[in-house]
């Protein structure tokens, strides 16, 4: 867990591990989901889901033993999460690497830093896990995203033409990696 506050207008950050829910954690991470997915930013959907959708939906990254759930809070309220995906047990040649999936930060939390924050909280807990590598992808049209992971170390490697259908219309995606046991070379 990771405390600080902002340099710019001392607001209280917090980035924490979640392996249960207490109090409004729920229903802040639907409504940040809710408010993601209106905003074009995460989870793959393209409308949100009723409310019931959103809460099993998180109720079962905290239940899948594969998966670990950071979050950011800004003030005490959720306003970003990450999550890491570990590789399946039957997955013996590609057990060295984890994968990040939806990143995200609230619009009105962004520029204080979560996002890099929960970034370098999932590769610690990669590196601490015996990982050697973390995988990632994100829509072309992402651009803050994207220099994110690149100025991370993150190097692009594929592109996917068809990574996402919105509205009719076909979205690129791009892959990235990022070798967390030595200096960025294979």
Not at 1 to 16: Q, V
Not at 104 to 120: N, S
Request: aromatic share 10%; proline share 5%; charged share 25%.
């Amino acid at each position: 867990m990771t405390d600080s506050l902002s340099p710019d207008n001392g607001r209280a950050t917090r980035i924490e591990e979640i392996e249960s829910f207490s109090g409004d954690d729920l229903p802040q991470l639907c409504d940040l989901a809710h408010d993601a997915i209106i905003d074009g930013e995460g989870f793959l959907w393209v409308r949100p889901p009723p409310q019931r959708i959103l809460e099993n939906y998180w109720n079962g990254v905290v239940l899948v033993p594969e998966r670990s759930l950071w979050i950011a809070r800004l003030d005490g309220r959720i306003v970003g999460t990450v999550q890491i995906l570990n590789p399946s047990v039957n997955n013996e040649s590609g057990a060295f690497a984890a994968q990040i999936t939806t990143l995200i930060v609230a619009g009105h939390a962004r520029r204080l830093g979560l996002a890099r924050g929960l970034l370098r909280q999932a590769e610690a807990m990669a590196i601490s896990r015996g990982f050697t590598a973390l995988d990632l992808d994100v829509r072309a049209d992402r651009e803050a995203a994207i220099r994110l992971f690149e100025a991370e170390g993150y190097k692009r490697w594929g592109v996917k033409p068809r990574y996402a259908r919105i509205q009719g219309r076909y979205i690129s995606g791009y892959y990235f990696s990022k070798f967390l046991d030595t200096d960025g070379t294979p």
